[in-house]
């Protein structure tokens, strides 16, 4: 039997290894001054067998009696298993995993067969105090999976993964919690059917997930976060079953089932979800792409286009100026029509910024709502530049997260962070944190608007930069917090898609008000008494 | 002084006198056998001098500190001014006032003068358990207003009733809550734009109220409920308080603001409230109306539309055959295209739908999505008879709110009752409420969808009947009982947009379930320790 390893841990998704592709090596390394001497080293390779310092502190009873509930082929208390679900997949976590550092564990890891296991799993641990962590795809950016009280990670994805009931009259489809979006997707394809909510973590994430951490999918800007995209849930918690009917609206008092939308499994354990699901029509989809002058024309045509009510794009997106140079750099861009055109007239590189968009739904109305997104578009002087940059970019969607891993590997560190903001506030916010980011030499920002509303838009960053090598976590997480504080200050919410977890719950005070935090811990001590559901500095909650 | 009666206080609205038009009244005559001598007489008409048993029981020095806060010009306890806060408009309240009942008025009724005010008034009821009613435009049909517990009734509406901001870059608008819906359109009307949220008790409805009963308007099909327009809303609890951003979305965790939307004064006082705004383009909206052969055809177009994606309609609305054919005989519709040729078509009375339709926004969109629902409701045999009905329907929409107090004046008991239900239940439950209603004898019963959504819609029933004269309360009571049975059995949610109150409370339990139930008490008791906040019967709650 192969060795088990940190890395086979750290690696993203169907743990591919990937090699970053030689245009993107070519501005690393002209960026990062980096040798091909340093190409051939691997930083923090983390190819060793995974050994845990911390045995299981679940007795031999408790283990006997969980077995008997969720069967023994179902518990595993093994090192690598253990250490398998310690980590979501947040940059710290990742540099943890190279440095080999897994202090605290999950006890076991129980892979409930049914909502009727979790039942019982719940209110066995809830009875023993017990913590649980319900996991969906592991990939968590917030440290919202980690154990620091130990206890019981919950896989939801190994039994929990089957469509039960598609609705086609109401349209609508009941889920297990732990199916991946591809499986989801795959099935409801073939009835004709689409979930419309594609996440850039959409091969490794799953329905329940999607809701506990209130995901946003790329077409979030027709067709809603995911908050808009779930009609009901059915939530094991402490204090019972939570499960609301699939009405299409009510005025039944104030709603409860919103409270588990953003909860990331500190009020229960999702277990089902319905959700709307739209016709499956791609060839309707109609596709556009504009280069503008500078960011704030472009930001004010997604504005005038999100506020004028004909109808709204489904993927909507803007690169900033940075973004955009790279994109034409490494994305092959600059070879799909002519660069010196558009210099000449007036598009130049480090203003210009790429817009990308897509229509879906009924054929005339994409059409439709194309048409009037081009004129919007023209009269920001936006320059069409037809439908096949959208169409690459949708292409390459879902692999840019296999790069942090060879990017890792040089040593390189790299991470996003995202926000929500209103437009009047949207520009400042931007410009504050690109100020923030280059203080910091040698670094690379790229940061894009990719969920938009009519009174605000999301502003998503990515950065690269060298890591402080000996000094990696340390060096990090001072960045990191410089960064949040450039958001929080210029009124940019804590998050906007990615969710709070560990990472942000030391600023969830200022940000919501001590207020609002009490009523957030009120909600949490009546389902979850004894603080078993993922405790342990989560959400900001005690 | 003129003299002040119970009737004065059982008006709606602006307490103007309405009469029933003729054609109304000829078929009223004709359903219930009424003779020309019967309408001379005025049953229950109210019309004697106010005067209330209960004095206040509030001590001199309670009141002394309240005119302290709130100054003494804003403090009374007159018997006028406590019976007038002792209901809303349901119509078990509008017999008590003709049968000159308040045997529970608020001890006073306070009109606070700033956010400020409002919180030292909570704090203040707090410490001295002094129960507070937060009162909008008093158009409650839910008995959401009653002081079953004495207390303070709280007049929003006197000194709170100003826009604070409009902010036309991110086109919201932050708004005192007691500021009724005319005032604050024609506000921002001057701005150029509009609120997009018409109720049918739009002129005397509060914008805070709206969101305390979690109310939707006759477009709500395109701009949503009012939980879908607010973007943030302040609201005073006794624990305090809560005010969230205006972001456009985020995942700070868990939104804790849904919380308030349908709280109906249970938690805390609404002060401010913030909204999204739209363009004022009247020009541009396109109405269409048609007529099809039967409720389930019509059901059929409507879901298509809304299930098709090609844009949505803003007033979106079918008849069933009864209120179809009232509709035709009363609202001259058959005055504006030929009775004959639709019979000879096959559209037959007693079978045959109106269905109303408006779009709204931009003016190509409009006339796209207009032509895209026509074409479906072609494809279902719906035959299309111009704009004008629909527009006709408009201009007499806030007025048969005026009718009851005539109706009643008859001895005629009128009232309405409305739910959400799934698409897949929709004809079941309609056909269950009309087979329970027509057991009835002498009964009118009208029908409507009004509210539509991708998985499902609202329907909306109105019924007439001659009361039981000497036994009014009983007979509505146990008549209105099973009517809530026929809705909850047949899987309707207990109310799509009027709320709770004191009305569905019983059925809360059954409707919700125990845990959720356990769920909201849980948050009352964080937000209202002391239970002051509307106590007493609301929402089902202890």
Same mark, same amino acid.
């Not at 080999?100 to 809830?126: F, G, Q, R, T, W």
């Not at 590189?349 to 897509?358: A, K, P």
């Not at 990090?476 to 009124?491: C, E, M, R, S, T």
């Given at each position: 039997?192969?060795?088990?390893?940190? &890395?086979?841990?750290?690696?993203?998704?169907?743990? &591919?290894?990937?090699?970053?592709?030689?245009? =993107?090596? @070519?501005?690393? @390394?002209?960026?990062?001054?980096?040798?091909?001497?340093?190409?051939?080293?691997?930083?923090?390779?983390?190819?060793?067998?995974?050994?845990?310092?911390?045995?299981?502190?679940?007795?031999?009873?408790?283990?006997?009696?969980?077995?008997?509930?969720?069967?023994?082929?179902?518990?595993?208390?093994?090192?690598?298993?253990?250490?398998?679900?310690?980590?979501? !997949?947040?940059?710290?976590?990742?540099?943890?995993?190279?440095?080999?550092?897994?202090?605290?564990?999950?006890?076991?890891?129980?892979?409930? !067969?049914?909502?009727?296991?979790?039942?019982?799993?719940?209110?066995?641990?809830?009875?023993? @105090?017990?913590?649980?962590?319900?996991?969906?795809?592991?990939?968590?950016?917030?440290?919202?999976?980690?154990?620091?009280?130990?206890?019981?990670?919950?896989?939801?994805?190994?039994?929990?993964?089957?469509?039960?009931?598609?609705?086609?009259?109401?349209?609508? #489809?009941?889920?297990?919690?732990?199916?991946?979006?591809?499986?989801?997707?795959?099935?409801?394809?073939?009835?004709?059917?689409?979930?419309?909510?594609?996440?850039?973590?959409?091969?490794?994430?799953?329905? *329940?997930?999607?809701?506990?951490?209130? *995901?946003?999918?790329? #077409?979030?800007?027709?067709?809603?976060?995911?908050?808009?995209?779930?009609?009901?849930?059915?939530?094991?918690?402490?204090?019972?079953?939570?499960?609301?009917?699939?009405?299409?609206?009510?005025?039944?008092?104030?709603?409860?089932?919103?409270?588990?939308?953003?909860?990331?499994?500190?009020?229960?354990?999702?277990?089902?979800?319905?959700?709307?699901?739209?016709?499956?029509?791609?060839?309707?989809? &109609?596709?556009?792409?504009?280069?503008?002058?500078?960011?704030?024309?472009?930001?004010? #045509?997604?504005?005038?286009?999100?506020?004028?009510?004909? %109808?709204?794009?489904?993927?909507?997106?803007?690169?900033?100026?940075?973004?955009?140079?790279?994109?034409?750099? =490494?994305? %092959?861009?600059?070879?799909?029509?002519?660069?010196?055109?558009?210099?000449?007239?007036?598009?130049?590189?480090?203003?210009?910024?790429?817009?990308?968009?897509?229509?879906?739904?009924?054929?005339?109305?994409?059409?439709?709502?194309?048409?009037?997104?081009?004129?919007?578009?023209?009269?920001?002087?936006?320059?069409?530049? %037809?439908?096949?940059?959208?169409?690459?970019?949708?292409?390459?969607?879902?692999?840019?997260?296999?790069?942090?891993?060879?990017?890792?590997?040089?040593?390189?560190?790299?991470?996003?962070?995202? =926000?929500?903001?209103?437009?009047?506030?949207?520009?400042?916010?931007?410009?504050?944190? &690109?100020?923030?980011?280059?203080?910091?030499?040698?670094?690379?920002?790229?940061?894009?608007?990719?969920?938009?509303?009519?009174?605000?838009?999301?502003?998503?960053?990515?950065?690269?930069?060298?890591?402080?090598?000996?000094?990696?976590?340390?060096?990090?997480?001072?960045?990191?917090?410089?960064?949040?504080?450039?958001?929080?200050?210029?009124?940019?919410?804590?998050?906007?898609?990615?969710?709070?977890?560990?990472?942000?719950?030391?600023?969830? @005070?200022?940000?919501?008000?001590?207020?609002?935090?009490?009523?957030?811990?009120?909600?949490?001590?009546?389902?979850?008494?004894?603080?078993?559901?993922?405790?342990?500095?989560?959400? %900001?909650?005690?």
């Amino acid at each position: 039997m192969k060795t088990k390893t940190y &890395r086979d841990i750290l690696k993203w998704g169907d743990k &591919r290894e990937q090699k970053i592709d030689d245009a =993107t090596l @070519k501005v690393i @390394k002209e960026k990062f001054s980096i040798s091909d001497q340093d190409l051939a080293s691997k930083h923090l390779f983390g190819d060793t067998e995974v050994k845990l310092e911390k045995t299981t502190s679940l007795s031999e009873e408790q283990i006997n009696d969980l077995k008997k509930i969720a069967g023994s082929e179902n518990i595993f208390t093994d090192d690598f298993s253990r250490a398998n679900f310690s980590y979501g !997949k947040y940059y710290s976590e990742l540099l943890l995993l190279r440095k080999e550092k897994i202090p605290n564990p999950p006890d076991a890891v129980i892979s409930p !067969k049914s909502h009727n296991d979790v039942v019982k799993l719940v209110n066995y641990c809830n009875k023993n @105090k017990i913590p649980i962590v319900p996991v969906g795809g592991q990939s968590s950016v917030t440290r919202g999976l980690e154990t620091p009280k130990g206890g019981v990670s919950l896989d939801m994805t190994k039994h929990l993964n089957q469509v039960i009931e598609v609705n086609s009259v109401n349209m609508t #489809a009941k889920v297990q919690a732990g199916m991946f979006g591809p499986a989801f997707e795959e099935h409801i394809n073939k009835l004709g059917y689409s979930c419309g909510h594609f996440p850039q973590s959409f091969e490794f994430s799953t329905v *329940g997930g999607w809701v506990a951490a209130r *995901g946003a999918g790329q #077409a979030s800007t027709g067709y809603g976060k995911i908050d808009q995209m779930i009609v009901a849930l059915k939530v094991v918690t402490p204090a019972g079953v939570i499960e609301n009917k699939d009405y299409p609206s009510n005025a039944e008092a104030w709603d409860t089932f919103p409270l588990f939308v953003g909860s990331e499994g500190t009020l229960g354990v999702i277990t089902e979800v319905t959700m709307k699901i739209k016709h499956l029509r791609p060839e309707n989809t &109609r596709y556009a792409s504009f280069v503008f002058k500078t960011f704030e024309s472009a930001v004010n #045509a997604m504005r005038e286009i999100m506020q004028s009510e004909f %109808g709204k794009p489904h993927l909507f997106r803007i690169s900033d100026p940075d973004e955009t140079d790279i994109a034409f750099k =490494t994305k %092959g861009f600059d070879e799909k029509f002519s660069n010196k055109v558009l210099k000449a007239l007036g598009y130049t590189s480090g203003e210009r910024c790429l817009m990308f968009v897509s229509v879906e739904g009924d054929a005339a109305y994409a059409k439709f709502v194309k048409k009037k997104i081009k004129k919007t578009a023209k009269k920001n002087k936006g320059f069409y530049i %037809g439908g096949s940059p959208t169409k690459n970019w949708l292409k390459q969607r879902y692999s840019s997260a296999y790069m942090r891993e060879p990017l890792m590997d040089l040593g390189i560190m790299t991470d996003t962070i995202e =926000t929500a903001v209103t437009w009047d506030n949207l520009i400042n916010l931007w410009k504050s944190v &690109r100020t923030y980011v280059y203080k910091r030499q040698k670094v690379v920002l790229m940061s894009h608007i990719s969920h938009v509303y009519e009174n605000g838009a999301n502003l998503y960053f990515t950065f690269l930069s060298p890591m402080e090598i000996g000094n990696e976590e340390d060096d990090y997480k001072q960045f990191h917090k410089g960064l949040v504080y450039a958001i929080h200050n210029n009124k940019g919410s804590l998050s906007h898609h990615h969710g709070i977890g560990r990472v942000l719950a030391p600023w969830m @005070k200022d940000a919501v008000s001590e207020e609002v935090l009490n009523a957030m811990q009120a909600v949490k001590n009546h389902f979850d008494p004894n603080g078993i559901m993922n405790p342990g500095g989560m959400l %900001g909650l005690k």
